[in-house]
């Protein structure tokens, strides 16, 4: 790993994907990197061994480069690591790997063996760091018993898919209050209640349990199509509130006469019980001797990044079903404004455009509930000639961060 120097806002690393076993050494990019001083960000130059790719080379962009030897505990000490304490003095930090398809951005934030330490993705090593660390204050105060709430689901054009509850589609929605809320489908029950449940999140209290449901959850994501997968985890505390949010029952103002439901009041009703779980929770956290409850750490595993194009740019891309380039359509308006938000925030711009879609919605929040925390995104990028274009599409984005 070759490391530089300063802090911006958003950090971003290069990772060099590993060859796979049918990929042969021969025909690989190459790529040098360089600071100008210790201080400095480094710039990465890039040309590909053979064929007619342009040699380019960036601004000092990047923190740091992983090599293709590096694993993914070297990352997670890189990346993640120096984020613990933030988080446990209840900051909020986000992580994203961006880049194009097969070149490592799931091996990075979920991992793939699950058996060997070192090769857990960045979420997994943070949670089992943050559990030592959570056992050790639970150990401290026998009246607090800290954990993770986690929750996993995947993005889809305007909907999430809830990974925790056999892939529930979920509407994403701004509330009154600005923030953005991602709920399941409104039930009508008996005695004229309606459930609304939100995105669930499954309260863990060790790390194994937190690992298998992972695991368990991540099988249900769609297959076939480069999607978007965010694994949030929260720190919480085993006291009602903040555990039960997953049913929340609602009393509707006038009962429904015939099975239909008045909209506008279960609206209200829906809003008003948001409000009341909002400040229970609120309560909690003010009330608990633990400083980093409420914490927050998401990992973002964006979709491929060949779908990403800048106005006058051209990516080939293989031959497309209808509904194929509809989503593709779909996955660049995300990657675009992500971009965008990133650059605005990391500029501090007073307005930024969290509302053009509804991945830069959901992350509105983390952006902004940074409360001292730290937010960085892996550049991963494969090595072969033959993925040139795509791979300098990448370096291309992350150096905006
Ligand atoms: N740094 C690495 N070391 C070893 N193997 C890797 C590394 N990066 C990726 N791989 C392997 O390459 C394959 C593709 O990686 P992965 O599924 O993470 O790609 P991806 O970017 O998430 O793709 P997609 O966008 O299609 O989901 C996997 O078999 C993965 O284990």
Same mark, same amino acid.
């Given at each position: 790993m070759l490391a530089g120097g300063s802090q911006p806002k958003l950090s971003v690393y290069v990772r060099w994907r590993r060859l796979t076993?049918? *990929?042969?050494?021969?025909g690989l990019i190459d790529h040098r990197s360089r600071a100008v001083n210790t201080e400095s960000l480094l710039s990465v130059s890039v040309k590909p061994s053979e064929g007619n790719g342009r040699p380019w080379t960036s601004p000092p962009a990047y923190k740091a480069i992983f090599s293709r030897d590096d694993d993914n505990a070297t990352v997670y000490d890189d990346t993640v690591a120096p984020a613990i304490p933030q988080v446990l003095a209840g900051g909020s930090c986000n992580f994203f790997a961006y880049g194009?398809?097969?070149?490592g951005k799931t091996h990075t934030?979920?991992?793939?063996?699950? *058996?060997r330490d070192r090769s857990l993705g960045l979420c997994l090593a943070s949670s089992r760091k943050l559990f030592e660390a959570l056992d050790s204050l639970n150990q401290a105060d026998s009246e607090i018993r800290l954990g993770i709430g986690f929750s996993l689901f995947e993005l889809r054009k305007n909907t999430a898919f809830d990974l925790l509850n056999g892939r529930t589609e979920c509407h994403i929605r701004q509330g009154p209050d600005g923030r953005t809320h991602i709920r399941g489908q409104t039930e009508l029950l008996e005695g004229g209640k309606v459930r609304v449940r939100p995105l669930s999140q499954r309260a863990c209290w060790t790390f194994e349990f937190l690992r298998d449901e992972l695991i368990r959850s991540f099988g249900r994501r769609a297959v076939g199509w480069s999607s978007l997968k965010i694994v949030n985890e929260q720190l919480v505390e085993a006291r009602d509130a903040l555990i039960d949010r997953e049913s929340e029952l609602v009393p509707v103002g006038k009962r429904a006469t015939d099975d239909r439901i008045d909209e506008a009041e279960a609206k209200k009703a829906e809003c008003e019980t948001r409000v009341a779980a909002a400040e229970s929770i609120n309560a909690i956290l003010r009330s608990s001797r633990a400083k980093c409850l409420g914490a927050k750490t998401v990992f973002v595993d964006l979709a491929?990044?060949?779908?990403h194009q800048e106005k006058g740019t051209q990516v080939a891309l293989m031959r497309q079903t209808p509904q194929e380039r509809q989503e593709g359509r779909r996955i660049n308006t995300d990657l675009l404004a992500l971009k965008e938000v990133i650059r605005a925030w990391s500029s501090n711009q007073?307005?930024?455009?969290?509302?053009?879609?509804p991945l830069t919605m959901v992350l509105r929040e983390h952006f902004l509930g940074g409360g001292g925390g730290t937010s960085a995104m892996i550049v991963t990028v494969s090595p072969t000639n033959h993925q040139y274009s795509a791979m300098l599409n990448s370096l291309k984005y992350g150096r905006y961060g």
């Open positions: 076993e049918s *990929e042969s050494t021969d194009h398809s097969g070149s934030i979920i991992g793939y063996d699950f *058996e491929g990044s060949e779908y007073p307005r930024i455009p969290f509302r053009s879609s």
